[in-house]
């Protein structure tokens, strides 16, 4: 029961973000009511604690107990990019690209390297397929960017608001398993086959000698500006 009631306590807590936020643009290291909302439900539990897993080589690295944001921040591994025009990023690999859920919550760390209208190279396997009810709705038809703000919240919904800015604000080549009806059609990104013909493709809408951020490890990196 009490194993039940904190994975309610989870779904509750990305609904009530969901509704309370003014905007639902990805906040790396940011409060957010669904934060807030785990939170006080660790200290309503006896004898739970609010622990923090943070991944580096793709296997937990380390843990951090009842830690805020800051202590959480300073486990992760941080590295200095200036903006460029592109970049190449991959969630992580295995456990963090198995769905476009996954895929598309783990790179914001990075998207801030590239600059607005510029160009991505998204590599998620995605080998699990959708991922999420929101994602799938959206996909598949069940809602539209019209009717948005009007639906009722699903698992994953405020994911439908990262693709709409992934494709709104950048230029967007995905290289996955997914169907090309979806990528194409439904999430306005570009469709590849493979790692060379992708890089190809943004190479040759930046320029032959555009400089490009590589970031593999996305959903382990904190990204400082340099």
């Known amino acids: 029961a009490r194993i039940a009631g904190c994975l309610l306590g989870i779904s509750n807590s990305r609904r009530l973000a969901y509704a309370s936020s003014e905007t639902n643009v990805p906040r790396v290291f940011q409060k957010n009511p669904s934060y807030d909302a785990l939170w006080n439900l660790s200290s309503k539990v006896q004898g739970a604690t609010y622990l923090s897993i943070v991944p580096r080589g793709g296997e937990p690295y380390s843990m951090v107990e009842d830690g805020g944001l800051d202590k959480l921040k300073s486990e992760f591994v941080s590295i200095g990019l200036s903006q460029t025009k592109g970049i190449v990023v991959a969630p992580g690999g295995r456990g963090y690209d198995d769905t476009l859920s996954h895929a598309v919550r783990s790179i914001w760390s990075a998207v801030d390297s590239v600059r607005k209208s510029g160009a991505i190279l998204l590599i998620a396997e995605c080998r699990e397929g959708i991922g999420s009810q929101g994602l799938e709705m959206y996909l598949t038809g069940r809602i539209s960017d019209a009717k948005l703000d009007r639906v009722e919240y699903a698992d994953g919904l405020e994911e439908v608001e990262y693709v709409r800015k992934l494709k709104n604000d950048y230029s967007v080549t995905l290289l ?51």
């Open 176 to 226: 996955s398993t997914l169907p090309e009806v979806y990528v194409e059609s439904k999430l306005g990104f570009r469709v590849t086959s493979g790692a060379n013909e992708g890089l190809g493709k943004v190479l040759s809408s930046l320029g032959r000698t555009s400089k490009m951020n590589v970031i593999t490890r996305a959903c382990e990196t904190l990204l400082a500006k340099s």
